[in-house]
Structures are given as structure tokens and as C-alpha cells.
Nanobody, 115 residues
Framework: QVQLVESGGGLVQAGAPLRLSCAASGRTVSIVRTGWYRQAPGRRRELVAHITMDGSTTSPDSMEGRFTIARDNAQNTVYLPMNSLKPEDTAVYYC?????????WGQGTQVTVSL
């Protein structure tokens, strides 16, 4: 199994930066890709960005290039630096790992952006 623990969420003002972290443990060698998703109240969970073990990244156009996912393989940690935050970025952010053992999710971390 793979365990994921997110950290770094909180309350910030619009325009401020924030960095989320996702620490993986367990059968980390089985991980193929790690990503961040978010879910706002009343909305579907959506992809923010994901990164493969060799460093290839993907992020939807809707994220406007404001979120740059990165990973530290030695620390088994994936980071999501977020810039130019907007109130509409308010959501619970979840870390996800796609592995040969299946899909794994973290418990989520709340990000709230105020005006």
C-alpha cells in the first residue's frame, strides 16, 4: 500500500503564494504518477497537476500555468507551489498516487483564499 500525507494548506489573501506538500510512504517504488486534485463545495473533484516519476508534468489549461508541480524523489515528496491565488481556488486539495497497486488518496488539505 501507499500512504499519502498532505500539508501546507491554510488561509491566505488573494494574490499570495502557498506551497502544498505531499509525503508518500509505504510501497513508494510502485508509484507511477503523483498528482494534486481539488474539490470545492458543490463541485466535482478536478485535476490541478500531476507528475510522473521521470518528471513529466501535466496541468489543465484551466489552471492558467499558476501551479507548478515538482517532486523530490529522495524525499518521496511532491510539491505544489501555487502563485497568484484567487478566491475561486478555495477548495480541499488532495494528493493522489497512481501505482501498480492501485489508486491512493491523501486525506486532503484545505486552502482558503480571501479577498
Amino acid at each position: 500500500q501507499v500512504q499519502l500525507v498532505e500539508s501546507g494548506g491554510g488561509l491566505v489573501q488573494a494574490g499570495a503564494p502557498l506551497r502544498l506538500s505531499c509525503a508518500a510512504s509505504g510501497r513508494t517504488v510502485s508509484i507511477v504518477r503523483t498528482g494534486w486534485y481539488r474539490q470545492a463545495p458543490g463541485r466535482r473533484r478536478e485535476l490541478v497537476a500531476h507528475i510522473t516519476m521521470d518528471g513529466s508534468t501535466t496541468s489543465p489549461d484551466s489552471m492558467e500555468g499558476r501551479f507548478t508541480i515538482a517532486r523530490d524523489n529522495a524525499q518521496n515528496t511532491v510539491y505544489l507551489p501555487m502563485n497568484s491565488l484567487k478566491p475561486e481556488d478555495t477548495a480541499v486539495y488532495y494528493c493522489h498516487a497512481l501505482s501498480s497497486l492501485g489508486n491512493f488518496w491523501g486525506q486532503g488539505t484545505q486552502v482558503t483564499v480571501s479577498l
